[in-house]
């Protein structure tokens, strides 16, 4: 079994800082991409930012130059820097990956429970 453990959600002040955490455990061969979600009420869940092959990164548009994803491979973990966070980044936060379990040959995506992010003054 693979679990993706989430941390870091609390209330924050627009123009402050919050570090988001994801750790991936269980029966692992290898993580091909991790990254985070976020939904708000109402909306659809969207991508934030995510690791793809090798150190490449994506990043949506509204995060850009705030954001920064980083990951420590030795822990299989994967943070989000959220600077200046602003009002309309409060949603719900999921980390999300695509790992190949050991014994099975095929890729298999595992999200998160979520972790909510609330910006306000």
């Known amino acids: 079994q693979v679990q993706l453990v989430e941390s870091g959600g609390d209330l924050v002040q627009p123009g402050g800082s919050l570090r988001l955490s994801c750790a991936a455990s269980?029966?692992?061969?290898?993580?091909?991409?991790m990254g985070w979600y976020r939904q708000s009420p109402g909306k659809q869940r969207d991508l934030v930012a995510r690791?793809?092959?090798?150190?490449?990164?994506n990043y949506a548009d509204s995060v850009k130059g705030r954001f920064t994803i980083s990951r420590d491979n030795a822990k299989n973990t994967v943070y989000l820097q959220m600077n200046s966070p602003k009002p309309e980044d409060t949603a719900v936060y999921y980390c999300?990956?695509?790992?190949?379990?050991?014994?099975?040959?095929?890729?298999?995506?595992?999200w998160g429970e979520g972790t909510l992010v609330t910006v306000s003054s």
């Open positions: 269980g029966s692992i061969f290898s993580i091909y991409t």
């Open positions: 690791f793809t092959g090798g150190n490449s990164t």
């Open positions: 999300h990956a695509v790992i190949r379990p050991r014994g099975i040959i095929k890729l298999m995506e595992y």
